[in-house]
């Protein structure tokens, strides 16, 4: 029997996997596209940068996160954010992730370490302003 959380779960892989092949596949793209044409890659980095606000700060220039696109570090950072998303999603029905948080003394820990005993544990997120 297949069960609710099982098909979350299978449907949260199948789009780190598409995840992943979109990543590796847009940099391989684009570092072909830059040996042909660099001004082509820097137009189409600019109207990514356009989507996700990287260009609406004027001190924020492209050739400080325009090439970043290209490189191996940008695809580490990007599998490793994918992977880190695979553990903290939480399902209906299924056990909470147990996030990792870092304290007021700049100790890390995750959010299960404030569990005591058999009490119930309430996060309660707001502005502390």
């Known amino acids: 029997v297949f069960s609710a959380i099982s ?3 299978l449907r949260l892989y199948l789009w780190a996997a598409g995840m992943l092949g979109y990543l590796l596949t847009l940099s ?3 570092r072909s596209l830059q040996l042909v ?20 700060n004027p001190r924020f220039r492209f050739e400080d996160w325009g090439p970043t696109f290209l490189s191996a570090a940008f695809i580490k950072a990007a ?3 994918v992977c880190l998303s695979l553990k903290q999603e ?9 996030s990792p948080v870092v304290t007021m003394d700049r100790e890390r ?13 309430v996060l309660s ?3 502390c302003s």
């Not at 001004?39 to 356009?50: N, T």
């Not at 820990?109 to 544990?121: C, E």
């Open 7 to 9: 098909f979350s779960r």
């Open 28 to 30: 391989v793209t684009l």
């Open 37 to 56: 044409s660099p001004a082509s890659v820097r137009k189409l980095l600019l109207r990514m940068g356009e989507k996700m606000s990287m260009t609406q």
């Open 79 to 81: 599998f490793a954010n």
């Open 90 to 98: 939480a399902f209906v029905g299924g056990a909470a992730p147990d």
């Open 109 to 121: 820990t995750s959010i299960l370490g404030f569990m005591k005993g058999g009490r119930p544990l």
């Open 125 to 127: 997120f707001g502005s």
